[in-house]
């Protein structure tokens, strides 16, 4: 990719970051500098030369399929709870933030969301903090290992997101671990989603179109295929499946801690393919306590930033309560109690 502007591309690139991993400081220098330019031109790539082994990618798959096939009554026992962790059945969530489109037929998928983990007897649970509170796991009995495999994927999806942040904190030309500390506690969503076949009907959507909210999110898909990302002539351009890669976008907190010099492009899905799809994005924000204000370096001298300071926790519960039917009814009795 030449020099471009913002959403002027027809593929998703490329981008092989195993330079982080190593000690060369100018490949390490170069990986960053091309990062850089397809977070402000694209906001999507795939990673390759990552150290995930495939095993653990395609563990965390048999984990979904061997949820997602349990009798329905069995999975509602997990419904999603306060704390956004859980079940959410077919059709659950309609996006209604979009600045994409007017959405209002529900999303053809179902899912399950685990979170970073809070224990009950953890001070930010005592305490009632939003969003902070224990995973909801299945009976051991009927899917045995599943929690150790879940937990070991977050852990390695954590550990790459971290190399991530670093590289992004280079790419902006800040030491590497400059941004590191907004992320001593990340939030931390690992979800499974399972997508049946679709019929073809206008509007209708495995995922409608929409943007994520937070820093980065690191997706792996099976071979299925139908993920799609709206560049800025309006074309829905595919984000086919590559083995052993991740799909990385920037999310909106990224967008404007960057001072949208970074974009957060619209994405969607609609599986057509006749097969069920699978998909597991694992969405790597800031601690909730942290303020996120736009970085100096992103704002040109003698300009203002262009939004303000928001603390983490309060930009994701007000974006989670506007997006989430089951959410609604809640948030809206708090707001007029
Ligand atoms: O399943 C996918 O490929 C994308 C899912 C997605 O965009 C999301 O959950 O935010
Ligand atoms: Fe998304």
């Known amino acids: 990719m030449g020099e471009r502007e913002r959403g002027d591309f027809s593929e998703i690139p490329i981008l092989d970051v195993s330079a982080l991993y190593g000690a060369d400081q100018d490949a390490i220098r170069a990986t960053a500098a091309t990062l850089r330019r397809y977070l402000e031109t694209v906001g999507f790539l795939y990673v390759v030369g990552h150290p995930i082994p495939r095993a653990d990618v395609e563990a965390v798959r048999e984990a979904s399929k061997r949820f997602f096939a349990l009798p329905e009554d069995e999975k509602l026992k997990l419904k999603i709870d306060r704390n956004f962790r859980g079940y959410l059945p077919f059709a659950g ?38 969003l902070q ?43 590497a671990g400059s941004l590191d500390r907004y992320f001593d506690q990340p ?9 049946p076949t679709q019929p073809h009907e206008e509007g209708l959507f495995g995922s409608a179109p929409h943007t994520d909210y937070g820093f980065i999110t ?10 799609e990302v709206k560049n800025k002539a309006g074309e829905w351009v595919p984000a086919p499946p590559i083995p052993d890669s991740f799909v990385m976008n920037v999310g909106d907190i990224l967008a404007r801690w960057s001072n949208d010099q970074f974009v957060s492009t619209p994405h969607r899905v609609i599986n057509r393919s006749g097969r069920e799809r699978y998909s597991q994005p694992f969405f790597f924000d800031p601690s909730m306590d942290e303020t996120i204000a736009a970085l100096p370096v992103c704002v040109p001298a003698g300009a203002s930033p262009k939004y303000e300071p928001v603390l983490y926790g309060d930009y994701l519960m007000e974006r989670i309560d506007k997006n989430y039917h089951y959410r609604k009814k809640k948030a809206a009795e708090a707001a007029s109690a």
């Not at 939030?187 to 997508?195: C, P």
């Open 187 to 195: 939030t931390t969503f690992l979800r499974l989603l399972h997508y």
């Open 218 to 227: 690191l997706l792996a898909q099976d071979d299925v295929g139908g993920l």
């Open 93 to 130: 969530s309609t996006i209604v933030t979009s600045s994409v489109a007017t959405v209002s037929k529900p999303n053809q998928s179902e899912s399950i969301f685990f979170m970073h983990e809070v224990g009950e007897d953890d001070p930010r649970a005592l305490a009632e903090k939003p």
């Open 133 to 175: 509170g224990p995973n909801q796991w299945p009976d051991e009995a009927a899917l045995g290992g599943f929690r150790e495999t879940i937990e070991n994927y977050v852990g390695e999806m954590s550990t790459l997101a971290r190399k991530m942040v670093g590289a992004i904190a280079l790419s902006l030309g800040l030491p």
